[in-house]
């Protein structure tokens, strides 16, 4: 609960969470039982190979100072795989978690929308130039936005399992909403893409053609709606036009939003072709990135940009071979629970788009979102299956 209500809070209040968390199963360990059930789960053993790949670059890195930055930050990749395992909730406990995370992100939406409020004709114009409305997670309006992404699709679970089903309707529409205001492409193309699964499931599996269709309708529509009731959205789909103008015709700056992750992209490849098979490790990761953006002249304005793509990341730190080990690693996660339940399917369809076009694990929040939910749902299910 710490952890969650930190997610707004700030990062030191999600760091005690964690620590509470983990000091609570230390408590209530029963090592042999925890340890047979954690290799037994190979999704948990996956999750910590994932951790052991960044963790195994220290013998190529030279910054170890930064590599030791980095490390830490996947350590959640380590201890919550195995922590998770000594839980033994009941049901409800896991759907309190699931409301209770939902609630944080009506609050941190309502905050949002408030800064939208007081400064809205100068937000606005800022949209224009690819900037946001301010968020939480320290105005990171991408993870932001993939963890409203998440809300809703807690919405949408609670509604197939008709619980209050009047209210998680409205919360779903009022944060659905707010994605189509802060107009980010990445949550919105995840936004998308479960409203499109949910589509499928309520034609193919539950053969509720009538309301399958309607709800591809609604899906149609909603960004011709709000590109005529929303100024944010209508400002970044010009803008995005824009920015699609200047990548076709060759006219890329680090600086500018889309533009700047070609670049990103093309410099990181670079790097990869010279460290073709074990990359340059998470420790020298930054500092390769910005030797090759002088070297190429860049103007980035200050901040280095890692090549927005989770994948293209792991390859630059790992190469060839620990993007290889950590592909086998997303697929074997993805086979193992996809059709385990839908909180899972949807879940994990949602994490699909920002791994494209985002490094996600860079950050705090971006490792939190993923991890902490995912082993809580893969719990949710163990502990109490639905047949």
Same mark, same amino acid.
């Given at each position: 609960?710490?952890?969650?209500?930190?997610?707004?809070?700030?990062?030191?209040?999600?760091?005690?969470?964690?620590?509470?968390?983990?000091?609570?199963?230390?408590?209530?360990?029963?090592?042999?039982?925890?340890?047979?059930?954690?290799?037994?789960?190979?999704?948990?053993?996956?999750?910590?190979?994932?951790?052991?790949?960044?963790?195994?670059?220290?013998?190529?890195?030279?910054?170890?100072?930064?590599?030791?930055?980095?490390?830490?930050?996947?350590?959640?990749?380590?201890?919550?795989?195995?922590?998770?395992?000594?839980?033994?909730?009941?049901?409800?406990?896991?759907?309190?978690?699931?409301?209770?995370?939902?609630?944080?992100?009506?609050?941190?939406?309502?905050?949002?929308?408030?800064?939208?409020?007081?400064?809205?004709?100068?937000?606005?114009?800022?949209?224009?130039?690819?900037?946001?409305?301010?968020?939480?997670?320290?105005?990171?309006?991408?993870?932001?936005?993939?963890?409203?992404?998440?809300?809703?699709?807690?919405?949408?679970?609670?509604?197939?399992?008709?619980?209050? +089903?009047? #209210?998680?309707?409205? *919360?779903?529409?009022? &944060?659905?909403?707010? @994605?189509?205001? $802060?107009?980010?492409? =990445?949550?919105?193309?995840?936004?998308?893409?479960?409203?499109?699964?949910?589509?499928?499931?309520?034609?193919?599996?539950?053969?509720?053609?009538?309301?399958?269709?309607?709800?591809?309708?609604?899906?149609?529509?909603?960004?011709?709606?709000?590109?005529?009731?929303?100024?944010?959205?209508?400002?970044?789909?010009?803008?995005?036009?824009?920015?699609?103008?200047?990548?076709?015709?060759?006219?890329?700056?680090?600086?500018?939003?889309?533009?700047?992750?070609?670049?990103?992209?093309?410099?990181?490849?670079?790097?990869?072709?010279?460290?073709?098979?074990?990359?340059?490790?998470?420790?020298?990761?930054?500092?390769?990135?910005?030797?090759?953006?002088?070297?190429?002249?860049?103007?980035?304005?200050?901040?280095?940009?890692?090549?927005?793509? +989770?994948? #293209?990341?792991?390859? *630059?730190?790992?190469? &060839?071979?620990?993007? @290889?080990?950590? $592909?086998?690693?997303? =697929?074997?996660?993805?086979?193992?629970?996809?059709?385990?339940?839908?909180?899972?399917?949807?879940?994990?369809?949602?994490?699909?788009?920002?791994?494209?076009?985002?490094?996600?694990?860079?950050?705090?929040?971006?490792?939190?979102?993923?991890?902490?939910?995912?082993?809580?749902?893969?719990?949710?299910?163990?502990?109490?299956?639905?047949?």
């Amino acid at each position: 609960m710490v952890f969650i209500i930190g997610l707004l809070a700030g990062r030191a209040v999600m760091s005690i969470g964690m620590m509470l968390l983990i000091g609570n199963a230390l408590i209530n360990l029963n090592i042999k039982e925890t340890f047979r059930s954690f290799y037994k789960d190979r999704s948990s053993v996956l999750l910590v190979g994932i951790f052991m790949l960044y963790a195994i670059t220290y013998f190529w890195s030279a910054n170890t100072s930064y590599y030791s930055s980095r490390l830490q930050l996947m350590l959640p990749f380590l201890a919550l795989p195995i922590v998770m395992h000594s839980i033994r909730w009941e049901r409800k406990w896991f759907d309190y978690l699931a409301m209770l995370f939902i609630g944080v992100c009506v609050l941190g939406v309502s905050w949002s929308i408030y800064q939208y409020a007081i400064d809205r004709d100068a937000i606005n114009a800022a949209y224009g130039v690819s900037k946001s409305i301010p968020t939480p997670f320290m105005n990171d309006h991408i993870r932001f936005g993939v963890a409203v992404v998440v809300g809703v699709s807690f919405c949408f679970q609670f509604l197939k399992e008709k619980m209050f +089903q009047w #209210l998680f309707g409205f *919360l779903a529409f009022a &944060l659905i909403a707010y @994605l189509h205001i $802060l107009a980010s492409k =990445t949550a919105l193309l995840a936004l998308y893409l479960i409203i499109f699964y949910e589509v499928v499931v309520l034609i193919l599996k539950k053969k509720k053609v009538i309301w399958g269709l309607g709800a591809l309708a609604i899906l149609v529509l909603l960004p011709v709606l709000f590109f005529y009731t929303s100024e944010t959205f209508r400002n970044k789909m010009y803008y995005t036009q824009y920015a699609f103008y200047e990548m076709f015709n060759d006219n890329t700056q680090a600086n500018v939003s889309d533009e700047g992750r070609v670049v990103s992209y093309k410099t990181a490849l670079g790097i990869v072709k010279n460290n073709l098979l074990l990359g340059v490790g998470i420790g020298d990761g930054l500092d390769e990135m910005n030797k090759s953006y002088a070297q190429q002249d860049i103007d980035v304005n200050g901040k280095t940009l890692f090549p927005h793509n +989770q994948f #293209l990341y792991v390859a *630059l730190i790992s190469g &060839l071979l620990g993007l @290889l080990i950590f $592909l086998f690693a997303c =697929t074997g996660i993805v086979l193992q629970n996809f059709q385990q339940s839908s909180w899972l399917a949807s879940f994990l369809l949602i994490f699909l788009v920002p791994f494209m076009v985002e490094a996600f694990f860079n950050t705090q929040y971006g490792v939190a979102i993923f991890i902490f939910f995912f082993l809580l749902l893969r719990r949710k299910e163990i502990c109490n299956p639905i047949f």
